[in-house]
């Protein structure tokens, strides 16, 4: 069975970080490019930032750009979101999700292309 596991959110203060982790299991992500995505309450889920299965390619959306970063290890089947200089319209239900498909030099924004995901991990920014 294929999971998908989030972790590292929780309650931060305006301008300050967290890292969110994000493992797999249930077979290898390595040809899988990995998305983060975030729904705030009462909002649609919306795209945060992709991965490309080499890490030679990664996507943000215009809102985290040059305050978020995203990294993989293949190896320990284990994706990343390092959030830096957070604000309170940050603050949405985080989850990580796996493409369908393989070995893309360009990962998909869309949520449609992620067919397994992970259950959220919760992340609130205190103004």
């Known amino acids: 069975q294929v999971q998908l596991v989030e972790s590292g959110g929780g309650l931060v203060q305006a301008g300050g970080s967290l890292r969110l982790s994000c493992a797999a299991s249930g077979r290898s992500f390595r040809g899988y490019a990995m998305g983060w995505f975030r729904q705030a309450s009462g909002k649609e889920r919306e795209f945060v930032a992709t991965i490309n299965w080499s890490s030679t390619s990664t996507i943000y959306a215009d809102s985290v750009k040059g305050r978020f970063t995203r990294t993989r290890d293949n190896a320990k089947n284990t994706v990343y979101l390092q959030m830096n200089s957070l604000k309170p319209e940050d603050t949405a239900v985080y989850y990580c999700?796996?493409?369908?498909?393989?070995?893309?030099?360009?990962?998909?924004?869309?949520?449609?292309?992620?067919?397994?995901w992970g259950q959220g991990t919760q992340v609130t920014v205190s103004s």
């Open positions: 999700a796996s493409s369908k498909a393989q070995w893309r030099s360009t990962p998909e924004k869309a949520p449609q292309s992620y067919d397994y």
